[in-house]
């Protein structure tokens, strides 16, 4: 992978939403009504993070009746370089904890 492509990753992934997000999917497929939940964000704006990580392939999108649920591309080149950074943020960080904590209620 080269320099530009690392960069890309580490900028896309520097914004703190789209990287709790991905350590999120890291475990489990989530709908954008659990992210809504989680993050107290609008539909919109959680839309809008996804989108950047679709259009980054580091997500997939898969519709189930009428939700969109989202899980981690494995087949992204990027993909030993975003689970190297993931395994950064440990099970036991504090924001983690509260966004699972917020998501358990999460309805769709």
């Keep these: 992978m080269d320099a530009k492509r690392v960069s890309a990753c ?3 992934l520097g914004d703190p939403t789209r990287l709790m997000m991905m350590k999120l999917l890291s475990s ?3 709908c954008v009504c659990q992210f809504v939940d989680m993050f107290e964000m609008s539909q919109p704006s959680i839309s ?3 989108k950047k990580l679709k259009i980054a392939d580091y997500v997939k999108e898969e519709r189930r009746g009428q939700w969109r649920y989202f899980s981690l591309n494995a087949s992204c080149p990027e993909h030993e370089l ?3 950074i993931l395994q950064q943020i ?3 960080d504090e924001v983690l904890q ?6 358990e209620n999460a309805t769709c």
């Design 90 to 92: 440990p099970d036991s």
């Design 48 to 50: 809008q993070h996804l």
């Design 10 to 12: 580490m900028k896309t």
């Design 28 to 30: 489990a497929d989530y």
């Design 98 to 103: 509260q966004l699972r904590c917020r998501g």
């Design 82 to 84: 975003i689970k190297l």
